[in-house]
């Protein structure tokens, strides 16, 4: 199994800054399987933010140029650095890893 910890959501003014934090454990996980950020609105689908693997990183058009992603192998950690924040930004992301496992969500409000 793989067990994931999120932090770092909040509330934060339009145009400001927060970074997510996803740490991964469990003997299931390996610093090879891919890292996600997801995030899902009410009453609609859960959709991908952005990626990170061996391949490289993949972005929603939504988030390009205004969030980063990345990871530290050595914490099995993954992160999203989300710049210039948009209300339209306020929902709950969620990590994933390897396409099965998910984290509990953390909810980033975008609101002044």
């Known amino acids: 199994q793989v067990q994931l910890v999120e932090s770092g959501g909040g509330l934060v003014q339009p145009g400001g800054s927060l970074t997510l934090s996803c740490a991964a454990s469990?003997?299931?996980?390996?610093?090879?399987?891919?890292m996600a950020w997801y995030r899902q609105a009410p009453g609609k689908e859960r959709e991908l933010v952005a990626a990170?693997?061996?391949?490289?990183?993949r972005y929603a058009d939504s988030v390009k140029g205004r969030f980063t992603i990345s990871r530290d192998n050595a914490k099995n950690t993954v992160y999203l650095q989300m710049n210039n924040l948009k209300p339209e930004d306020t929902v709950v992301y969620y990590c994933?890893?390897?396409?099965?496992?998910w984290g509990q969500g953390t909810q980033v409000t975008v609101s002044s």
């Open positions: 990170i693997s061996s391949g490289g990183t």
């Open positions: 994933n890893v390897a396409y099965m496992y």
């Open positions: 469990g003997t299931m996980f390996s610093i090879h399987h891919r």
